[in-house]
């Protein structure tokens, strides 16, 4: 989203692989170098992988991804976000993140999904729920939408950036108590007691506009019917904090600035690239309005020497010595904040590609405020009246991590996301100041340096911000998680999940007068113990990276840093521990002993990778000890679970689309609370041994028409469509008037056979809309005679989706026979539809 961050609340005004000793193994481990962004073929080859798990679990054709982003991984792979998309439109929050090793082989996906009443049957509704939305045709139109948002906003506001309107598909959700909770009394639920479920879907626009207006600026986030132009959810979007530099808040501090002739810029090229100065910058924005601010030119300087130390003199000068200070506060800021993600997570600028940015001192007139604009990917900041200038180093790191998010999860900013996204920040700023605080150098987060407060530097009263490690000391922010938090300003609902960190890294202390008790430890020792900031920060921010979901609530976040930590450190590990224990803590999950051995489950036995060929059976098992027994076992693929997986051994019948999934499997035991414990990962490699044959001539069309009859001029490359793999494909369709094309070949199935497997990769896209069918492609099996044996399916421009996907069916019930595949569309009088088929492949046993 084009989001505008700060840091204060409307009240006040306005991945990574575990440390190791040694140095050499720790730079090992840190993220990659930034990645170049995938081609549109290998982008597409993502969505048809993901599209092909989609149809095992029983979606259909209507469902596909959208890319959104990427960023770089740990060294070898690359972060994809894939927005789920219905009939061609982006089903909100719901999304897919996908780890892709260096060969393009998905390494793992953490999903939020909200599709599931989006999958139709025949009848047109999934047992069970809700109807499938069938008219995806607005009666508004997209200017319509932001007239109305505008009207209802600000009328007689002005645009600071070009409002916006996407159709898409909202799912409405609602809260629901799991099975066990649902005769507790509220105060006693625990976040693990509740899911978001989706209650129903509305056709919608996500409209955002970003005004001002009467001096103040207007920033909202608005969900609006597409057919009645009522309001089904809003929230505001305004999120509110080598020379000499003379610091206010530091002292005197080493600032990288250049040279050019005989003048100073404070322009630090040695960190990021491109942006808009080509590298780090700090500009004087010279008192522009805060609702449309100017960035100004960059400063300068006829000495190295910067700032005096001291507070903003209020109508003075910006740039002698004492206007310089905030701009050497600033700059000091953004080299550790990129020093701390480069040096210790390998985590480059704000965007893992290292793009630079920059940060504008002095916006507006005594401004009490700092924000960071993704519209700009900068940060501006204010000298502030009831605060000092805003700064600080962590305001400074806290600003700068909403830009890691926004490159990232994105985490919507409402409800339960909205605090997490505030608490990343939160969090962030305080592991900037850690760093900076003890020299900013070296691959680790130190274990002391920060205050554990947010923003104490800038007050005047010597109150600050947040307090992290008890957040009820501002007389608003909870201590823990409740069934009402995410009614909260998300600057207070961000508050247990500050206290989740301050205990995963620093402890937590077993009398209850303590500011750093919690009664939701229960178990041994009374008081948990922490892991230090270095290991709290890199399993949280892998987290974020790599696995949080733009609407990640609390119960989410816990599962997810709770894997961060299994693949970072083990499964069991002191860590993982910590994790559960912090959590469990703000009444997130349960408590459970710190103690290894017999009172904690483990695991004994690891899944083994496997390799069978197509049309065998792949097994996984898994074992356990500890906990109490019996234990009940919950089976994984690629991060989502496998529906009726129950047991300690899941088997299935290997397909070709099957190569490279990856399984793992959660056991728990028989105790109150369940204890739980995560298997390693074990990959399924589906190869070509065993005795299986590959029945199709030339099914990726790399040999032109060889072994193919009917219309082979389809067989090429053509204008306006890509190869699901290789260069060639089968174009059927996209005459744009009456036409019918064909491709077909005989294959013989042996009477011995034990599978046969065929599936190829079929891309449809159309001009026409709705949902009549108008062009077709009919899948069949006919005999030597042409007489039609089976209709394998029947495809129509309603099923047009992006990407390829892949389609599978089963013939082993023509084993023993010679029969012809046919593909066979017809096109009607007027708008094309194109019917790409590429990889046909029939594999028997």
């Not at 009831?386 to 400074?396: A, E, K, P, Q, W």
């Not at 823990?480 to 500050?498: D, E, F, M, Q, R």
């Not at 065993?690 to 029945?695: D, I, V």
Request: glycine content about 10%.
């Amino acid at each position: 989203m084009n989001l505008r961050k700060t840091l204060l609340a409307a009240s006040v005004v306005a991945a990574l692989p575990m440390m190791v000793s040694s140095a050499a193994q720790a730079a090992a481990q840190l993220m990659s170098a930034p990645v170049s962004l995938a081609s549109p073929q290998e982008s597409k080859g993502l969505v048809a992988k993901l599209t092909a798990l989609d149809a095992e679990h029983g979606l259909s054709a209507d469902h596909s991804f959208r890319i959104s982003s990427q960023h770089p991984g740990v060294v070898g792979q690359k972060i994809t976000r894939a927005q789920h998309t219905f009939k061609g439109l982006r089903v909100y929050g719901s999304e897919s993140v996908v780890v892709t090793n260096d060969a393009g082989d998905i390494v793992s996906e953490s999903v939020s999904d909200r599709r599931a009443a989006l999958g139709a049957d025949t009848n047109g509704v999934t047992a069970g729920k809700t109807s499938a939305i069938v008219d995806t045709t607005p009666s508004l139109s997209a200017s319509d939408a932001i007239a109305l948002v505008v009207k209802a906003v600000a009328p007689s506001g002005t645009h600071r950036w070009a409002p916006s309107a996407e159709l898409l598909i909202y799912p409405v959700m609602k809260s629901v108590r799991i099975a066990s909770a649902v005769n507790k009394s509220e105060a006693a639920l625990n976040a693990m007691d509740l899911e978001d479920v989706v209650d129903h879907y509305e056709l919608a626009y996500f409209v955002q506009t970003r005004m001002a207006n009467k001096g103040k600026p207007v920033y909202f986030d608005t969900i609006l019917n597409a057919k009645t132009g009522a309001v089904i959810a809003q929230w505001q979007a305004l999120q509110t904090v080598v020379g000499t530099g003379n610091s206010q808040y530091n002292g005197v501090v080493p600032i990288q600035t250049s040279l050019s002739g005989s003048t100073y810029k404070m322009l630090d090229s040695t960190r990021g690239t491109g942006g808009t100065y080509g590298g780090m910058a700090i500009t004087d924005a010279a008192h522009s309005s805060a609702d449309n601010p100017n960035a100004g030119s960059i400063y300068t300087n006829t000495t190295n020497t910067w700032g005096d130390g001291k507070q903003y003199i209020n109508g003075g000068s910006d740039t002698n010595a004492n206007g310089q200070t905030a701009a050497v506060n600033a700059l000091w800021g953004l080299m550790n904040t990129y020093d701390t993600m480069k040096n210790v997570l390998g985590w480059q600028s704000l965007d893992g590609n290292n793009t630079a940015t920059y940060i504008a001192a002095h916006v507006d007139t005594a401004y009490d405020n700092a924000f960071f604009d993704p519209g700009c990917k900068c940060m501006y900041i204010g000298d502030g009246s009831s605060f000092y200038s805003l700064g600080s180093i962590d305001v400074i790191g806290h600003e700068m991590s909403h830009g890691v998010t926004d490159a990232t999860s994105n985490l919507t900013y409402s409800g339960e996301s909205g605090g997490l996204n505030e608490s990343n920040s939160d969090i962030g700023g305080e592991m900037v100041e850690a760093y900076a605080r003890n020299g900013g150098t070296g691959m680790v987060i130190p274990a002391s340096g920060n205050d554990w407060m947010m923003g104490k530097e800038i007050s005047k009263t010597g109150q600050p911000l947040r307090w992290m490690y008890k957040p009820s000391k501002d007389g608003s922010s909870p201590d823990a998680w409740s069934s009402t938090i995410k009614n909260l300003n998300v600057h207070y609902s961000s508050g247990p999940n500050n206290r989740m960190f301050y205990f995963l890294s620093q402890g937590s202390n077993a009398s209850s007068t303590s500011d750093y008790y919690s009664k939701y430890l229960i178990k041994s020792p009374a008081a948990m113990t922490g892991i230090g900031n270095d290991k709290a920060f890199r399993i949280w921010f892998k987290a974020n990276t790599t696995k949080f979901t733009a609407s990640t609530n609390y119960a989410d976040a816990r599962n997810k840093v709770l894997l961060a930590a299994q693949e970072l450190y083990g499964v069991g590990s002191k860590e993982a521990i910590a994790v559960q224990r912090a959590y469990a803590a703000i009444n997130v999950g349960a408590d459970i002993d710190e103690a290894a051995g017999g009172s904690a489950v483990s695991i004994s036995t690891q899944p083994a990778s496997v390799t069978v060929a197509a049309g065998s059976t792949a097994s996984f098992s898994v074992g356990a000890t500890g906990g109490t027994a019996p234990y009940t076992y919950k089976w994984y693929r690629n991060g989502a679970v496998i529906s009726g997986a129950t047991s300690a051994t899941y088997s299935l019948t290997a397909q070709s689309t099957d190569n490279g999934a990856v399984f793992n499997a959660v056991v728990s035991d028989s105790s109150s609370p369940v204890k739980t414990a995560t298997s390693g990962n074990a990959t399924l490699t589906v190869g070509s041994t065993g005795g299986s044959t590959e029945r199709v001539t030339n099914g990726g069309f790399e040999s032109g028409a060889t072994g193919w009859s009917g219309t082979t001029g389809v067989i090429g490359t053509f204008t306006g469509e890509t190869a699901y793999e290789g260069t060639k494909y089968a174009y059927l369709g996209g005459n744009g008037q009456t036409a019918s094309e064909t491709l077909t070949q005989a294959v013989t199935i042996p009477s011995t056979a034990t599978s046969a497997s065929l599936t190829f990769a079929l891309h449809i896209d159309t001009a026409e809309s709705g949902t009549t069918a108008y062009d077709k492609l009919v899948v069949t099996v006919k005999n030597s005679a042409g007489t039609v044996l089976g209709t394998l399916a029947t495809y129509s421009n309603a099923n047009a989706a992006s990407g390829y996907q892949i389609r599978t069916f089963n013939l082993i019930a023509y084993k023993g026979q010679t029969v012809t595949l046919s593909f066979a569309m017809t096109e009607d009088s007027s708008l094309q539809t194109s019917f790409v088929v590429d990889k046909v492949s029939l594999i028997t046993q």
